[in-house]
């Protein structure tokens, strides 16, 4: 093979192949638009937008109603808890020889816990 003829063969390579990878790069780039086209890039459905304003319509409304039986309890435990204080009457204060006695009796039963032990 002569220098002629290999320097033709090599044109002939080279161009084979930018022309091969020329055609794989436009179909490659059809492809790609079509995905492109087909996947989100269309209008999106009204359809869509008009369930999306119901549920958030409908959360909305769900929230202020639990909000509403929230308050309606706290207030029902304030009203129970007011209750209580008023009939439990005045506080008694021991007086400080009941307090003492009480205090050894409470050390002498921990004591007899722990020689138990």
Do not use: C
Not at 2 to 11: K, N, T
Not at 90 to 101: A, G, L, P, Y
């Amino acid at each position: 093979m002569s220098g002629e003829e290999f320097v033709l063969a090599m044109i002939g390579i080279l161009g084979g192949l930018g022309f091969a990878g020329f055609i794989f790069w436009n179909i490659f780039s059809i492809i790609k638009q079509w995905i492109h086209r087909k996947s989100g890039n269309s209008q999106l459905d009204p359809q869509f937008f008009r369930a999306l304003g119901e549920f958030k319509k409908n959360t909305e409304r769900k929230i202020s109603e639990l909000e509403a039986k929230i308050n309606e309890l706290e207030e029902e435990r304030y009203r129970v808890g007011e209750g209580e204080h008023e009939s439990m009457g005045d506080i008694e204060i021991e007086e400080e020889e009941i307090r003492s006695s009480s205090k050894q009796d409470r050390d002498n039963s921990n004591l007899r816990n722990m020689l138990n032990e």
